[in-house]
């Protein structure tokens, strides 16, 4: 079966990165695009940008451009995801979900932003 | 950007039949999606392509799409289904390229 298996929760200091993983399997993982979304405290669904596993070629959200970084390893079916210049409104939680329809989705990462 | 409208809240009674909208701009020339999100919980895709449902999605959901607004349908509603829905549409001519509606709030009475 799908699955998509994040790393933990990270607390980090303003002005820090954060590196979050996400290790599929049950499918081949070349095959599928990886979406990143992050959901903040008590608010919506907010998409950061898509990777492409097989060939690595990613598209961020204008948003996140210059501060975020998609890249994978074929070697352990991994995608990850690195925010940096961090600030407190990156508090949230961080999913990565395949497909275009987001069909199947990470168990989710917290990352809290505080000094 | 392409902006999806969803009313805040949404409130029926066990049995009956709820309905959440998602409005923009000729969105019945676009792929919606829609998701379902407990609390504490990831996202669950209920509805893909309009109105397609994934294995394990009960028939009670369903889903159209035509001029300005997209339709999530949730027949006989349960307790169960108390949760919040997110509809979601692909615009390669937009930035971000995938956009979310607000989110809709489910209550069942």
């Known amino acids: 079966q799908v699955q998509l298996v994040q790393s933990g929760a990270e607390v980090k200091k303003p002005g820090a990165s954060v590196k979050v993983s996400c290790k599929a399997s049950g499918y081949t993982f070349t095959s599928y695009y990886m979406h990143w979304v992050r959901q903040a405290p008590g608010q919506g669904l907010e998409w950061m940008g898509i990777i492409n596993p097989s060939g690595g070629s990613t598209s961020y959200a204008q948003k996140f451009q210059g501060r975020v970084t998609m890249t994978r390893d074929t070697s352990t079916s991994t995608v990850y995801m690195e925010l940096s210049s961090l600030r407190s409104e990156d508090t949230a939680v961080y999913y990565c979900a395949r497909e275009v329809s987001l069909d199947y989705w990470g168990q989710g990462t917290l990352v809290t932003v505080s000094s | 950007s392409y902006v999806l409208t969803q009313p805040p809240s949404v409130s029926v009674a066990p049995g009956k039949t709820a309905r959440i909208t998602c409005g923009g701009n000729?969105?019945?020339?676009?792929?919606v999606h829609w998701y379902q999100q407990k609390p504490g919980q990831a996202p669950v895709l209920v509805v893909y392509d309009d109105s397609d449902r994934p294995s394990g999605i009960p028939e009670r959901f369903s889903g159209s799409n035509s001029g300005n607004t997209a339709t999530l349908t949730i027949s006989r509603v349960e307790a169960g289904d108390e949760a919040d829905y997110y509809c979601?549409?692909?615009?390669?001519?937009?930035?971000?390229?995938?956009?979310f509606g607000g989110g809709t709030k489910l209550t069942v009475l």
């Open positions: 000729n969105i019945g020339s676009k792929s």
């Open positions: 979601q549409v692909w615009d390669s001519s937009s930035d971000p390229l995938c956009v």
